[in-house]
């Protein structure tokens, strides 16, 4: 997914879907989610075993099925625009901005709903990086 989505949509004027025939390259493809929950799940049954509560494995799998569904409806509204009341606002614009850079420099901002991991890890641009025109000496 990340190299044909990276590929289809830059951070330039290719940053918004223009062919309708390519809507499935924004969003992940749909055995991604399961995929996920069986990747992630030794984190819940270790939550579990330390908290001695299975409801621990539930909240765990239904806090990461919602981060996910925010993941793929804003992404979606990042490279789909329309007239959302929300994409007005400052935090979805700086979200937007941040994402925007991650599709120039694909190994930063890696983090679309909660950046907290990219400023935890170092991953985070908070501008992107300025040519500079080199001149003839």
Not at 108 to 132: G, K, S, Y
Request: proline share 4%; net charge positive; hydrophobic share 45%.
């Amino acid at each position: 997914h990340d190299v044909v989505h990276h590929g289809t949509f830059d951070s330039g004027h290719t940053y918004y879907l223009k062919d309708k025939s390519q809507w499935r390259l924004v969003t992940m493809a749909w055995w991604n989610f399961p995929a996920l929950l069986v990747i992630n799940s030794p984190v819940g049954f270790l939550v579990t075993w330390l908290t001695g509560s299975w409801w621990s494995m539930l909240g765990f799998m239904l806090a990461l099925s919602i981060y996910y569904g925010l993941y793929e409806y804003l992404h979606w509204c990042m490279h789909v625009p329309a007239t959302r009341w929300f994409q007005k606002t400052k935090v979805f614009k700086w979200i937007d901005q941040h994402h925007r850079i991650h599709h120039l420099m694909p190994m930063r901002n890696l983090n679309v709903v909660f950046p907290i991991a990219d400023f935890t890890l170092r991953t985070r641009v908070a501008r992107a990086p300025v040519e500079t025109k080199k001149t003839a000496a």
